[in-house]
């Protein structure tokens, strides 16, 4: 079935829902009717996956009564309930439930989809400590793999060894495991994965003591992230008995650990965990990390798999999942201070590594007033602190244009003099017109011709100037381009802002960079107030290359007109770079994270005034934009860059590191993709 664009599982999602359910102690026909209750609802949710607690249909507090016949046989008469219940619902259900299989009593996971018993996954660990006696009543699962079980009228497969993969959802493969048994060293959860499960399913019991929440939490987040799968634990809550203990009905689903959903502890009522799993994601984890791949070879899984058809709506259902705006910069305060503390330190140490390494070369740094320059100069100028140099060594130079305002002149030379560097300025105006004379440019003989000729003139002299400033002073050229302006090609190659002896910026994105400063600002990292002013007044200006004198109407050159906003690029970028995700995905994660300006969280410190909205037709514009200058424009510039640091996880684009690519690739596959998702919306 061909799904609409603003499906979310057209792009790779499907709907996870972790329950807890008030239950009744042996009494299964009201917890079925509460399974039922809280089924319907994810059924309205468009949700493809309902994970309940262990031994729901019972409670898991039964104890003794629980080898009772009555309870047993109305057990196993719920299970067929829920079965036909369920042929009306969406969602695969996945209910806790002690089970008779010949001479023994199974705590089993029973998973339910459309009107079919599709199989049954027994505990495979029994805890029997402390508080826990489960091998009083049940025999372990352990090994029963390749086994049948009838159930009712009903038979299905039994064993720990089942998966369950959705034939309609490419890469829906769910395994189910019951508490203790992510509790172990090698959980049946990590062979599932290895085996292709992306969804592990945790049906929990567990007693609530202090700290006991935190535990499972680690546990299941790290289990997300080793196995690079999404896991959702589901505990029991209200009803149990409390003759000895208490119960909290924590819920949660992880992604390849990161936290997606989780509802309150200590519940009154039914609540549901609800996030939308990005199986594309977790896919394209797996494919990268061979290692992964090479475990399954040394353990060899060997589980079995039971298909079926999910049938996902068409509908729009939303997206379930916080997508950021800014994906290389966190919204959560801690988190990006944290961000901004390692990114910054990993730019100082690379840059004292590479000074002490060559004889303590004079750091020469071209000061622009612009974003970059500026955050590149305050990496020096903590580099030399480090090294317990003065900062007086740092060699820095404004070099003025035909179209440099005085603004962004005079906050370089302000914030140069106020870190303590070196600073002169270099009119480059005489040697750019002797140039231009020379090849006989129309600008030479008066003409306004602000060609690209016009503007890398400028750029290539005032790089030849920092070369030969770094000869005559001892010196090394501290490249200040930044991961964005390299993804886009957006520098001027070889005699150029594009070299440099070390670029500290490389694997910084632009949007990040500004958080930095900020960032450097608020913690004083070497600066005093009158620095911070000079610091606000370069965040609050806009960027330019400032190559091409103002317009007639008074606007200044600006990059984001010209090439598209910074806040797109670096979207695309993220996504491309760390994912390899299809375009029409990337859009569509863009105009749910953009489309509404007044929806979900901004990082820290980005001015109210600031905040704006794209809608899909303007991210489709500079997607394809992207697209074109990524794959098949600035591979040739990005595979001769200098040496700098890798920043962000999601990686660098050095040839040397993380972004391999052919010079003279094309762009044909993705925008065809993009097209065929966009047909109104993309260009020829």
């Given at each position: 079935?061909?799904?609409?664009?603003?499906?979310?599982?057209?792009?790779?999602?499907?709907?996870?829902?972790?329950?807890?359910?008030?239950?009744?102690?042996?009494?299964?026909?009201?917890?079925?009717?509460a399974?039922?209750?809280?089924?319907?609802?994810?059924?309205a949710?468009?949700?493809?996956v309902?994970?309940?607690?262990?031994?729901?249909?019972t409670?898991?507090?039964?104890?003794?009564?629980?080898?009772?016949?009555?309870?047993?046989?109305?057990?196993?008469?719920?299970?067929?309930?829920?079965?036909?219940?369920?042929?009306?619902?969406?969602?695969?259900?996945?209910?806790?439930a002690?089970l008779?299989?010949?001479?023994?009593?199974?705590?089993?996971?029973?998973?339910?989809?459309?009107?079919?018993?599709?199989?049954?996954?027994?505990?495979?660990?029994?805890?029997?400590?402390?508080?826990?006696?489960e091998?009083?009543?049940?025999?372990?699962?352990?090994?029963?793999?390749?086994?049948?079980?009838?159930?009712?009228?009903?038979?299905?497969?039994?064993?720990?060894?089942?998966?369950?993969?959705?034939?309609?959802?490419?890469?829906?493969?769910?395994h189910?495991?019951?508490?203790e048994?992510?509790?172990?060293?090698?959980?049946?959860?990590?062979?599932?994965?290895?085996?292709?499960?992306?969804?592990?399913?945790?049906?929990?019991?567990s007693?609530?003591?202090?700290?006991?929440?935190?535990?499972?939490?680690?546990?299941?987040?790290?289990?997300?992230?080793?196995?690079?799968?999404?896991?959702?634990?589901?505990?029991?809550?209200?009803?149990?008995?409390?003759?000895?203990?208490?119960?909290?009905?924590?819920?949660?689903?992880?992604?390849?650990?990161s936290?997606?959903a989780?509802?309150?502890?200590?519940?009154?009522?039914p609540?549901?965990?609800?996030a939308?799993?990005?199986?594309?994601?977790?896919?394209?984890?797996?494919?990268?990390?061979?290692?992964?791949?090479?475990?399954?070879?040394?353990?060899?899984?060997?589980?079995?798999?039971?298909?079926?058809?999910?049938?996902?709506?068409?509908?729009?259902?939303?997206?379930?999942?916080?997508?950021?705006?800014?994906?290389?910069?966190?919204?959560?305060?801690?988190?990006?201070?944290?961000?901004?503390?390692?990114?910054?330190?990993?730019?100082?140490?690379?840059?004292?590594?590479r000074?002490?390494?060559?004889?303590?070369?004079?750091?020469?740094?071209?000061?622009?007033?612009g974003?970059?320059?500026?955050?590149?100069?305050?990496?020096?100028?903590?580099?030399?602190?480090?090294?317990?140099?003065?900062?007086?060594?740092?060699?820095?130079y404004?070099?003025?244009g035909?179209?440099?305002?005085?603004?962004?002149?005079?906050?370089?030379?302000?914030?140069?003099?106020?870190?303590?560097?070196s600073?002169?300025?270099?009119?480059?105006?005489?040697?750019?017109?002797?140039?231009?004379?020379?090849?006989?440019?129309?600008f030479?003989?008066?003409?306004?011709?602000?060609?690209?000729?016009?503007?890398?003139?400028?750029?290539?002299?005032?790089?030849?100037?920092?070369?030969?400033?770094?000869n005559?002073?001892?010196?090394?050229?501290?490249?200040?381009?930044d991961?964005?302006?390299?993804?886009?090609?957006w520098?001027?190659?070889?005699?150029?802002?594009?070299?440099?002896?070390?670029?500290?910026?490389?694997?910084?994105?632009?949007?990040?960079?500004?958080?930095?400063?900020?960032?450097?600002i608020?913690?004083?990292?070497?600066?005093?107030?009158?620095?911070?002013?000079?610091?606000?007044?370069?965040?609050?200006?806009e960027?330019?290359?400032?190559?091409?004198?103002?317009?007639?109407?008074?606007r200044?050159?600006?990059?984001?007109?010209?090439?598209?906003?910074?806040?797109?690029?670096?979207?695309a970028?993220?996504?491309?770079?760390?994912?390899?995700?299809?375009?029409?995905?990337?859009?569509?994660?863009?105009?749910?994270?953009?489309?509404?300006?007044?929806?979900?969280?901004?990082?820290?410190?980005?001015?109210?005034?600031?905040?704006?909205?794209?809608?899909?037709?303007?991210?489709?514009?500079?997607?394809?934009?992207?697209?074109?200058?990524?794959?098949?424009?600035?591979?040739?510039?990005?595979?001769?860059?200098?040496?700098?640091?890798?920043?962000?996880?999601?990686?660098?684009?050095?040839?040397?590191?993380?972004?391999?690519?052919?010079?003279?690739?094309?762009?044909?596959?993705?925008?065809a993709?993009?097209?065929?998702?966009?047909?109104?919306?993309?260009?020829?």
């Open positions: 079935m061909s799904l609409p664009f603003e499906s979310a599982y057209r792009h790779g999602f499907a709907r996870i829902a972790a329950c807890t359910i008030p239950v009744a102690i042996a009494d299964p026909v009201a917890n079925a009717d399974v039922l209750a809280t089924a319907r609802e994810c059924d949710e468009a949700v493809a309902a994970l309940f607690p262990e031994l729901c249909l409670g898991y507090s039964i104890e003794d009564l629980v080898m009772q016949d009555a309870v047993l046989d109305a057990v196993e008469r719920q299970i067929e309930r829920l079965v036909e219940a369920s042929e009306d619902l969406f969602p695969m259900l996945v209910v806790g002690p008779r299989h010949r001479s023994r009593l199974y705590n089993c996971a029973v998973v339910i989809h459309r009107g079919e018993l599709l199989g049954v996954a027994p505990k495979s660990y029994l805890p029997t400590y402390r508080e826990f006696y091998r009083r009543w049940y025999a372990p699962g352990d090994d029963q793999a390749g086994k049948d079980i009838r159930v009712g009228a009903l038979e299905a497969p039994f064993g720990p060894d089942l998966l369950f993969e959705a034939l309609d959802v490419p890469g829906l493969v769910i189910a495991e019951v508490c048994d992510v509790w172990v060293p090698i959980p049946p959860s990590a062979a599932a994965a290895l085996a292709g499960a992306t969804v592990l399913l945790n049906l929990s019991g007693p609530i003591t202090i700290a006991r929440a935190e535990d499972r939490k680690d546990l299941c987040q790290s289990q997300s992230l080793r196995c690079l799968a999404a896991y959702a634990y589901a505990a029991a809550g209200m009803g149990e008995s409390t003759n000895d203990l208490s119960w909290d009905g924590q819920t949660m689903i992880y992604e390849a650990g936290l997606l989780e509802t309150e502890r200590f519940p009154d009522g609540r549901h965990s609800v939308d799993v990005d199986l594309d994601r977790l896919r394209q984890d797996r494919l990268r990390q061979g290692t992964f791949d090479d475990n399954r070879r040394t353990y060899d899984p060997r589980l079995r798999t039971v298909h079926f058809d999910l049938e996902p709506p068409a509908a729009d259902i939303g997206l379930r999942r916080s997508t950021d705006r800014f994906p290389f910069v966190p919204d959560d305060p801690a988190r990006l201070a944290q961000d901004c503390y390692e990114a910054f330190n990993i730019q100082v140490s690379g840059l004292v590594q000074l002490q390494a060559i004889g303590h070369p004079k750091p020469v740094i071209g000061v622009s007033g974003l970059d320059s500026t955050h590149a100069l305050l990496v020096v100028a903590r580099a030399m602190d480090r090294m317990g140099r003065p900062r007086s060594d740092i060699l820095a404004t070099m003025p035909f179209a440099t305002s005085d603004h962004t002149k005079s906050n370089a030379i302000a914030l140069a003099e106020s870190v303590g560097a600073i002169r300025t270099i009119d480059i105006r005489p040697a750019a017109t002797e140039i231009l004379e020379g090849i006989e440019h129309p030479a003989d008066g003409e306004p011709v602000y060609d690209v000729t016009f503007e890398n003139v400028q750029a290539g002299i005032r790089t030849d100037f920092l070369f030969r400033l770094a005559q002073n001892g010196g090394m050229v501290i490249g200040t381009s991961l964005s302006e390299l993804a886009l090609g520098a001027t190659y070889g005699v150029g802002d594009h070299m440099s002896h070390y670029a500290v910026n490389a694997g910084v994105p632009k949007t990040l960079i500004q958080h930095l400063i900020r960032w450097v608020l913690h004083r990292e070497g600066v005093d107030e009158a620095e911070a002013a000079v610091l606000q007044s370069v965040l609050d200006t960027i330019s290359p400032e190559l091409v004198p103002m317009t007639q109407d008074g200044l050159q600006s990059t984001e007109d010209r090439i598209g906003p910074y806040a797109l690029h670096d979207f970028l993220y996504h491309v770079l760390r994912f390899g995700f299809r375009p029409s995905k990337i859009a569509y994660l863009a105009a749910q994270a953009w489309g509404d300006a007044d929806a979900g969280a901004w990082p820290p410190g980005f001015p109210a005034e600031d905040r704006y909205a794209y809608d899909l037709p303007t991210v489709a514009k500079w997607l394809q934009v992207f697209l074109r200058r990524y794959f098949a424009f600035a591979q040739f510039k990005r595979s001769a860059i200098p040496n700098g640091p890798k920043v962000s996880p999601a990686g660098s684009l050095s040839p040397r590191g993380d972004w391999r690519a052919p010079s003279d690739g094309n762009a044909n596959a993705w925008i993709e993009l097209k065929a998702a966009l047909p109104e919306l993309v260009e020829e």
